[in-house]
């Protein structure tokens, strides 16, 4: 077992340049979207549970019990995490548009 020892990135890289993807970024972007990600939150269901800007500060905050969206889009490469803040919501009260 003398091999060269690979880092994660070089791996995660080696694997990412050489899959071969059509109509998109590997990691995710989109050139061909028109219109960004949109998200809201049924402050009605919403408990509180603080789960969402765990999973994603850079879209949600708590305010006082309740989380809330900041801003009015999702920035660019947060997508990801918003739609798993959404999936993982354990009252559905995260509304992903996009």
Same mark, same amino acid.
């Given at each position: ?29 989109? /050139? ?11 402050? !009605? &269901?919403? #408990?509180?549970? $603080? ?27 947060? /997508? ?11 009252? !559905? &009260?995260? #509304?992903?548009? $996009?």
């Amino acid at each position: 077992m003398g091999g060269a020892r690979v880092s994660r990135c070089e791996f995660l890289l080696a694997g990412c340049c050489s899959a071969t993807v059509s109509g998109s970024d590997p990691l995710g972007y989109d /050139e061909t979207r028109e219109t960004p990600m949109k998200v809201t939150i049924d402050t !009605d &269901a919403c #408990v509180g549970c $603080g789960l969402c800007p765990d999973a994603c500060p850079a879209v949600f905050e708590m305010d006082g019990d309740l989380a809330r969206v900041i801003g009015d889009e999702v920035p660019a490469g947060e /997508e990801d995490g918003c739609r798993d803040a959404a999936e993982h919501c354990p009252v !559905d &009260a995260i #509304v992903v548009d $996009g």
